[in-house]
Structure formats: structure tokens, C-alpha cells
């Protein structure tokens, strides 16, 4: 009869742990009725475009049961922003670490690319001035963003800065200079086919920059020039 009554004992404070327990919980769990948005200054969006945008994600949500990592994933898909931190903020709000995207160029004509190379939404911020074009397939950000890199280091010798630079689907490169200069690079051998150039504007170009519209460089050997006011095509090239 006793170990009948201990075990009952037992039970009802297990029940009673438990339904405390639940009820804890449920008390904890109160609809979130807080946001807090903090972080570094914010240079291109303002605080009402991330209340906007962070609103409906936590809408209908709860302050202990939300899911944290999966609330920050989806505050990574909005426009301008590079980093996210959460944390919950006693007793029914979040706070919201934000870092907003530094952009060194614009991507394929409706995106920017950050300094990794990566692209984002810019809408419906304003696009920055000053910023180079780039283009390429959409996983080439990187990649267009370092050959950019080594194209400025190498050009500068001439004086020169690339306006835009693209790479073809196809892998063919070409860039354009800020005077309006079209140089087509081609797929294959670049380095080989910018010491080229690098002669040839040395040697000749240089004092004719004026007149040019485009030199083409796919070209087993020499280059190919076009002239303001022409329209010959060019054949044989790769």
C-alpha cells in the first residue's frame, strides 16, 4: 500500500512539473509585439524601407517559439543587407543587428555587387554614383570583380580606367574605357593578349586615341582597329 501511495505521489508531482511547466511556457510565449532594428549607419536605406521589410516576417510569430536561425535567413533576402543577428528582448521583442551592403560595383544592369563579389537588390534605394559596370553569367560576380582588379592595376600605366567590363556567356571578355573605348578581349590567352595591347598602345595607338572606336585583340597576331566614322567588319577573329 505504500509503495502504491509513493508511486502516486510520484506521479502527481511529475503531472504537476509538467502542466507547470506547459503553462510556463505558454506564458513565456507571448505574441511579439516589439522590433527593434539596430546596428552600423545606414548610408542607402532608410529605417522605415527595414521596418517595411521586417514587419511581415514576424507577423503572426511568437517571442519563444520563433526560430531564429530561420527568421535571420529570411531577413537576408532583403535588399541592402549583409549581415543579420537576432536576439530575443524581454519579455515580447526582438532586436534586429544589421549590416548593411557596401557596393563597389553594379551587376547586369538591375543588381550591385558587394566587395565579395556578390550581388543584391538595390530597389528601391537609389543607385550610387560613380560605381563601374560589370556583367557576367549570374555565378560570375567573383570572378568579373577580381579580373576587374587586375584590368585597373595594368591600365593604369596608360593613364587609362575601365567604364564597364563584360563577360560573355560564352566567355568571351571585352571592356569599355571612360572615354568610350570598346578593347575585345576574346575568350582564351588574356595575358598574352594584353602585353599586346600594351605594345601596340605604346608604340602606335597612344597618339591616335582620339580617332578610335574599338581595338580588337582575338587576333592570332596584331590587333585589329576600328575608327570613329567606319564600319568594315572584322573577320577572323576567335
Given at each position: 500500500?505504500?509503495?502504491?501511495?509513493?508511486?502516486?505521489?510520484?506521479?502527481?508531482?511529475?503531472?504537476?512539473?509538467?502542466?507547470?511547466?506547459?503553462?510556463?511556457?505558454?506564458w513565456?510565449?507571448?505574441?511579439?509585439?516589439?522590433?527593434?532594428?539596430?546596428?552600423?549607419?545606414?548610408?542607402?536605406?532608410?529605417?522605415?524601407?527595414?521596418?517595411?521589410?521586417?514587419?511581415?516576417?514576424?507577423?503572426?510569430?511568437?517571442?519563444?517559439?520563433?526560430?531564429?536561425?530561420?527568421?535571420?535567413?529570411?531577413?537576408?533576402k532583403?535588399?541592402?543587407?549583409?549581415?543579420?543577428?537576432?536576439?530575443?528582448?524581454?519579455?515580447?521583442?526582438?532586436?534586429?543587428?544589421?549590416?548593411?551592403?557596401?557596393?563597389?560595383?553594379?551587376?547586369?544592369?538591375?543588381?550591385?555587387?558587394?566587395?565579395?563579389?556578390?550581388?543584391?537588390?538595390?530597389?528601391?534605394?537609389?543607385?550610387?554614383?560613380?560605381?563601374?559596370?560589370?556583367?557576367?553569367?549570374?555565378?560570375?560576380?567573383?570572378?568579373?570583380?577580381?579580373?576587374?582588379?587586375?584590368?585597373?592595376?595594368?591600365?593604369?600605366?596608360?593613364?587609362?580606367?575601365v567604364?564597364?567590363?563584360?563577360?560573355?556567356?560564352?566567355?568571351?571578355?571585352?571592356?569599355?574605357?571612360?572615354?568610350?573605348?570598346?578593347?575585345?578581349?576574346?575568350?582564351?590567352?588574356?595575358?598574352?593578349?594584353?602585353?599586346?595591347?600594351?605594345?601596340?598602345?605604346?608604340?602606335?595607338?597612344?597618339?591616335?586615341?582620339?580617332?578610335l572606336?574599338?581595338?580588337?585583340?582575338?587576333?592570332?597576331?596584331?590587333?585589329?582597329?576600328?575608327?570613329?566614322?567606319?564600319?568594315?567588319?572584322?573577320?577572323?577573329?576567335?
Amino acid at each position: 500500500m505504500m509503495r502504491r501511495s509513493t508511486l502516486f505521489s510520484l506521479l502527481l508531482l511529475v503531472a504537476l512539473l509538467v502542466g507547470g511547466a506547459y503553462a510556463l511556457w505558454h506564458w513565456l510565449d507571448r505574441p511579439i509585439e516589439r522590433v527593434s532594428i539596430r546596428g552600423s549607419e545606414m548610408r542607402h536605406v532608410g529605417a522605415d524601407y527595414l521596418e517595411s521589410q521586417l514587419s511581415p516576417l514576424v507577423s503572426d510569430r511568437r517571442w519563444l517559439s520563433v526560430d531564429l536561425d530561420e527568421l535571420r535567413e529570411q531577413a537576408l533576402k532583403i535588399g541592402w543587407l549583409k549581415e543579420v543577428h537576432i536576439r530575443r528582448e524581454w519579455p515580447d521583442g526582438l532586436v534586429f543587428e544589421l549590416l548593411e551592403q557596401s557596393p563597389v560595383a553594379r551587376w547586369n544592369d538591375d543588381q550591385l555587387l558587394n566587395g565579395d563579389g556578390e550581388p543584391f537588390d538595390f530597389a528601391p534605394a537609389e543607385v550610387p554614383d560613380g560605381l563601374i559596370f560589370l556583367s557576367g553569367p549570374s555565378d560570375s560576380g567573383s570572378e568579373v570583380l577580381a579580373f576587374h582588379g587586375e584590368l585597373e592595376a595594368r591600365l593604369k600605366q596608360h593613364g587609362m580606367e575601365v567604364a564597364q567590363l563584360r563577360l560573355e556567356d560564352r566567355g568571351a571578355w571585352r571592356f569599355q574605357l571612360e572615354d568610350g573605348l570598346w578593347i575585345m578581349l576574346g575568350r582564351a590567352n588574356q595575358e598574352a593578349r594584353l602585353e599586346r595591347f600594351d605594345a601596340v598602345w605604346r608604340r602606335q595607338l597612344a597618339d591616335m586615341a582620339a580617332h578610335l572606336r574599338y581595338i580588337d585583340l582575338r587576333y592570332p597576331n596584331g590587333v585589329a582597329v576600328a575608327w570613329h566614322g567606319k564600319t568594315e567588319p572584322i573577320e577572323s577573329a576567335d
